[in-house]
């Protein structure tokens, strides 16, 4: 799920930080880039699929990992799917991988992976959402698509707790 923790001394250090701007005090990040590394949109019944009665039922998947850089910067990623279907059709499709670099500075090492895992995505997020509002928008659908809020703290507890059941009891569950 994540690469978090880097194998060098130097990971919890501040990352270069450009002249005439200080570092902030405190642990924290910067973000330093963001990306769309992949955007998938289907509209398979397009025109139909733009005319329907019903409300469709919205299947979401939300994954999280990042990963560590030999520069100590961090790679983080946010993968978003949203399906849209009625019993008759698929409505729409849309994978969205979407990603930042970061640099961490006065962050402990226990707290890297809840730092790249929740509060990276939370700042990652908005823009992700305003993405696939375009795309669905782009797609013809009015109003366009919204993502509902996300609680990126929940989905990492949940899924250390399942690590911390073992693959055993997550099988049999």
Do not use: W
Request: glycine share 6%; hydrophobic share 45%.
């Amino acid at each position: 799920m994540t690469d978090a923790a880097p194998n060098d001394a130097n990971a919890n250090t501040a990352a270069p930080v450009p002249n005439g701007v200080e570092a902030p005090a405190g642990p924290g990040f910067r973000i330093l880039a963001q990306y769309v590394r992949d955007l998938s949109f289907e509209n398979p019944k397009a025109p139909d699929s733009l005319r329907i009665d019903t409300k469709p039922a919205i299947d979401l998947g939300v994954e999280m990992n990042a990963q560590g850089r030999k520069d100590g910067l961090f790679e983080v990623e946010l993968r978003l799917t949203v399906k849209a279907s009625t019993d008759a059709l698929t409505v729409f499709n849309i994978e969205l991988l979407y990603g930042g670099l970061f640099a961490l500075h006065g962050v402990a090492e226990q707290d890297i992976e809840p730092m790249l895992l929740i509060e990276c995505p939370r700042y990652l997020f908005p823009f992700a959402r305003e993405i696939i509002a375009r795309a669905t928008s782009d797609g013809g659908f009015y109003p366009p698509f919204m993502l509902d809020p996300i609680d990126f703290a929940a989905i990492y507890m949940s899924r250390q707790q399942q690590i911390a059941r073992g693959p055993a009891e997550t099988a049999q569950a």
